[in-house]
């Protein structure tokens, strides 16, 4: 306690008194009780005392505290656990070394120890295996935790590799304390010959061609050849695509060589980029890195069906083709002898018509239940078409009459797909096509995108429309001349980017599958890194396609050499889940089982994990990057066999001391609870002596 305060003026503590004295002569000495005088004086006393205090308390007199709380400094102890130190550095001395000095400083400062490699962890054991290293996201944990507490020096120990994140040598840490580094790893520059950096695509599609870029690199090998081979790996063995020779040519060899190879079989493929050893390699482990690109049969067949040839017909095929798996074919109903069957999307313009009733390729269409656009023209024949399909039903015109030019305007809530604000903004501007004379009503199961405007009048009447036709996709246009708008689009923008976008669209939407199965896995991605770990879900629908989860769903990963992984799926709230945790390199496929109602349900599906291998390329220690750190924030670059001195010399700093807060506490004399109890053995106390005396 420091003091009391009060919020009136000190003397009224003398009006409290004379209150107290009141009240005591008030009741002793105008009516004296018969008792001795020494008793009575006492009595007096007691009620002076107590009604004074009570006085002062009616002043909600203030009571100030001075409060000292003490903060010991913090050491923070941040060790580089990824593979390069360990593949570096004499680890069983190293470690029992740095676990000494955490001894050493626990017993004076509150130590707090991180691992880090390709995340960052508080504690954790020190095994060396991390596949990435992460300097910056460190010393940022480090920063954001302790920047503003007392922290007394951070103890970094790394090799000074990094290989995520950006250089910590061009960022401004939040660290008021001093930085001592401890290198570790090896400086010498040794001979060696590595695969440097392999650039490429995660996906590639099927019967297409992909690029491969290699960096190789190599360090006092001058006038050294090598051979650069890319070679496909898979259960059988390993196959050669590609061969070239390199001859170093300086102390510091550097080259990008690409690599073009063919994507010709589906799935996931593994390749195999290697350089050839030389003489006195200092290691050989980076000679070679395996990655993994997945092949995509994403071919689209499409078929464009036509009456007779037109403009549209060219403008349509070079906006598909634009999509470079899809395979477009020109045929002519009077002409087409093919299966409708065979592709993934028939495009029929102005057919049926009255010459051409196309009844083969209708009946083909609804039996394989094949994705279908109806482009008609001014010579609709309403009753054919409307026979063809439900989504869009023509009332009226027909052949005999004089057909409409008719502008495009947007449809509000179109929900079936999403259009871009360039091709909604550009699409009401484009020139009017030619449609026929008539009444146009959506059928049920149509989703309206462009309405027909007529001159000047906005009308109603659908223009184009998607949706579900008899368990079919299938989308139909009531005009012709689309061409113009492909035109228009490159002179008005200089590109074909907004008509391409639309048939592209359309034709997205129609080929999609909707997915009938009522079990269903899937992977969070096909390709996985070895450090990531494998993320599956899975959703289960009843007969009513509602989603359940109550049985339980189980799972089998098969991996290289036939070995099975089984896990459980873990329920969500409707759906399951599995983290299957981290998984050797390989190629692995999955097949899930669950028990709905008796009836058995599976999905089956594939994946791969790849190497990380990152930190097998570049061994060669970064002390200068340490010691640039460590000068920055005041603290000097250490080597292992140095670390116990380092505990004296943060002894003796300065700068690691504790830090003593003071703060001033104030609170009520009324929230004092000796204070009551003072109260109550006054009055107590006098009441006992004057019942004593034969007062009461």
Known sequence: MENISFSYPLWYLLLCALAGLAVTLLLYFRSPIQAARPLVWAMAALRFTGYTLLAILLMAPLLRFLQTDRQEPIIVLAQDVSESVGMETDTTAYVAEWESLRDALSGQYRVVSYTFGSGVREGGAITFADKQTNLDAALTEIADLYGNQN???????????YNQGPNPAYRDFALRAPVYTVGLGDTTRRRDVFINRVFHNRIAYLEDQFSIQVDVSARNAAGERTLLTVSRVGESGSTVLHTEP??????????TREVILDADRPGVQRYRIAVSTIGGEVSTANNQRDIFVDVLDARQSILILAAAPHPDLGALRQSLVGGRNNEVEIAYGNQFTGRVADYDLVILHQLPSAIDRIPRVLEALRAENIPTLFITGPDLPAPMVNASQELLQVGGGGAQVQGNEVTARLAPGFSAFTLSDELRQALPTFPPLAAPFGEFRAGPGANVLLLQRIGRVDTEFPLLVVGEDRGRRTGVLVAAGLWQWRLYDYLEYGDHARFDELVSQLAQYLTVQEDKRRFRVSVAENIFDENEPVQLDAELYNSSYE?????????????????????????????????AGTLPMGNYRYR??????????????????????????????????????????????????????????LSASEAVKPVLFQTVTT??????????????????????????AGGY
């Open 547 to 579: 989603l359940v989860n109550e049985p339980e769903a189980r799972v089998v990963v098969t991996g290289p050499e036939g070995r099975e992984y089984n896990f459980t799926f873990t329920r969500t709230n409707n759906s399951y889940t599995l983290n």
């Open 667 to 692: 609170r009520s004399v009324l929230n004092v609870k000796w204070i009551f109890f003072l109260l109550l053995a006054l009055f107590t106390a006098e009441w006992g002596l004057r019942r004593w």
């Open 592 to 649: 899930a089982t669950v028990n709905s109602n008796g009836e058995a349900l599976v999905s089956e599906g594939r994946f791969s994990v790849q190497a990380v291998e990152v930190e097998r390329y570049a061994l060669e220690a970064d002390h200068a990057l340490l010691r640039q750190l460590s000068d920055r924030y005041g603290g000097s670059l250490l080597f292992p066999g140095q670390l116990a001195a380092l505990a004296d010399t």
């Open 151 to 161: 922290l007394g020096a951070v103890v970094l120990a790394s090799d000074g590799i």
């Open 246 to 255: 390199l001859t170093i040519d300086g102390p510091d060899y550097f080259t």
